[in-house]
């Protein structure tokens, strides 16, 4: 029989996600606040605010009512903004506390109030084992998924199986979702990557060239890292798809959020003038207070992040911005901080990355 999967969300990446799910054999039913936008997904099969043009799947559907949307879930997938998170959550605990569903985030923010990551605001919220919850994360600008072009994806859980579960179901044609057990670096990757490509939106505002963006976009994996490791996760995390496959793909592409947001800064617009003009919420303008915060409590130095949010606050021009160039002493080395006694563990960790993905005889969830 299918796996019946609830996607709670109904923007671009919740829809994209659900068509991932049913393209992969589920049955699928979609959450959306507005009930004209359920009623478009459900009998037009089109989310025509946040995927025009692209056809959804007969066999996902759609509904206004959150306790209708979960009855018999089999798994959950949660795709609101991260500001509203703690909110649906709260509204559904009820249900789920009936049942031991896996519940996966797609949401890529940290909680401004308390600086938790989503799935530790799942587990807060909800209750329920650790084990049981899933995040997903990689490289996966929605429309491009949408209209099937090959890309991958890595599920992440504190449980192999659960991981192993939610990559089976969420792998189609164009689709492959690999799996690891590094939640904190596979979400703080997610996190991590929308600050860089805020930096690098500035930059091509401003109309700075291929040279700069590419000096932003390597310091600002070594920040990421950085922090990630600080926070518990694995190195290769963010050399994997969660990590600098995420960060390639938002720092380079037009279609992301925050390298819209970001550009359109460099270009002069205020901060509420931005807010103003996005139509979906760009994560990274709301994460850069926390995770600055979270980065100063560690310890960890993030000059990309700083000048982030002196542009934000209008007390740098973004002409000005330059971080990739700010060092703690004169002659700095290109090197993590959690590299310094692991010299040449890089290459290794590779190797070992490369053995792992091809000598398994072609499993389906395989690890990132």
């Known amino acids: 029989m299918s796996t019946r999967v609830t996607v709670l969300g109904s923007g671009s990446w919740g829809t994209t996600f659900g068509k991932i799910l049913a393209d992969g054999g589920s049955q699928v039913t979609m959450w ?7 009623r478009e997904i459900d009998e037009a ?10 056809n959804l799947p007969r066999s996902m559907h759609a509904t ?30 009820p249900i789920l506390a009936k049942t031991d569903a896996p519940i996966v985030s797609l949401m890529k923010g940290v909680e401004k109030r308390t600086n938790m990551r989503m799935s530790e605001v799942i587990e807060q919220v909800l209750g329920c084992d650790r084990d049981r919850i899933a995040v997903v994360g990689g490289p996966n600008l929605a429309r491009e998924v949408a209209q099937e072009q090959p890309t991958a994806a890595v599920a992440s859980s504190y449980s192999a199986e659960t991981a ?22 596979t979400e ?21 060239g291929e040279n700069t963006k590419a000096s932003i976009i390597t310091r600002g994996l070594v920040e990421m890292t950085d922090f990630a490791v600080a926070y518990g996760a694995q190195p290769e995390t963010m050399q994997g798809l969660a990590g600098l496959g995420d ?6 592409s037009p279609l992301s959020r925050n390298n819209t947001a970001g550009r359109l800064l460099g270009q002069g617009y205020t901060l509420d003038d931005v807010v103003a003009h996005m139509e979906q919420t760009a994560e990274g303008l709301s994460s ?19 000048q982030v949010k002196m542009v934000l606050d209008g007390t740098m021009k973004p002409r000005d911005i330059a971080p990739h160039l700010t060092t703690d002493d004169d002659t700095p080395q290109e090197e993590t901080q ?8 890089a290459l290794r960790r590779t190797l070992e990355r490369a053995r792992d993905l091809f000598g398994d005889g072609g499993g389906r969830a395989r690890r990132d």
């Open 338 to 345: 959690h590299a310094a006694g692991d010299r040449g563990g």
């Open 188 to 208: 703080f990757g997610g996190v991590l990557k929308n600050l860089i490509a805020v930096a690098t939106g500035i930059v091509d505002g401003v109309g700075y």
């Open 288 to 306: 850069v207070a926390p995770i600055l915060q979270l980065a100063h409590e560690k310890g960890v130095d993030m000059p990309i992040v700083e």
């Open 64 to 93: 206004h009512d959150i306790a209708r949307a979960l009855e018999g879930a089999d798994q959950v997938y949660v795709a609101v903004p991260s500001k509203s998170a703690r909110e649906t959550l709260k509204q559904i605990r």
């Open 164 to 185: 192993a579960v939610v990559a089976r179901a969420s792998s189609n044609a164009y689709f492959r979702t690999f799996v690891n057990t590094d939640v904190p670096g």
């Open 247 to 252: 960060l390639i793909a938002t720092c380079q």
């Open 32 to 38: 959306a606040r507005r009930p004209e936008q359920a």
């Open 45 to 54: 099969k089109r989310n025509s605010r946040y995927l025009s043009g692209i």
